[in-house]
């Protein structure tokens, strides 16, 4: 079933695919509901930064169309879990959830089109890289280290998600750690970022 936080821009008519749109709001949207789907097939969350990455970059050089913009969500979804998960799930279950709005051939044409785009070289840094275990290790507290790794990478998400500027991977990770350093000092979780870390199932017992 589509996620609710996704669907008012599903439901767009699609005689006013072409429009001129609050970028930030449709973005923040699907950045959402690629999390959720993220969560819900069971990928990793650099799997899910890796994708943001490739939606943003996608969107950048060939501009928003705001009727094709879940299938760009999708797709780079689909190319980034190819490229960081040892078992991806089969297309059938990209087009379940977009509520089969979009087809298999779809998906692999727009794949096709963002490889291009990259000049099928997908070797980038992401802020995950930053994060060393020996910091992690001195920085858990009452966490273990893996669920210390996935607060930091809770936060990476969320400033990814309010990151429209195109700042460098390297200031996402200094924002990212300030609020995960918030969390694990038992500090007020701001409520943007406590989504991302409600919607994790390695987590979310937790914080729920």
Known sequence: MM???????????RK?????IHKSSHRRKLVKWLYEVMDDFGYSQVTFSTAVFILDKYTETRGLDLGKYQLVGISALFL???????RCKGIEDYVHVTDNTYSKEEILDKEVEMLEIFGFNLM???PHSFLKERYLEKASGKYTVKQSQEIFFCAFS???????CGSSMYWIYLEGVKEAEKILSGNEIDAGLRFYLENNR????IFM
């Open 3 to 13: 996620k609710r936080v996704f669907q008012d821009i599903t439901n767009v008519s």
């Open 16 to 20: 006013n695919i072409k429009l001129t």
């Open 80 to 86: 980034s879990a190819k490229i960081e998960e040892k």
């Open 124 to 126: 980038f840094r992401l």
């Open 158 to 164: 969320y400033v990814l998600e309010k990151n429209i």
């Open 202 to 205: 390695r987590i979310k017992n």
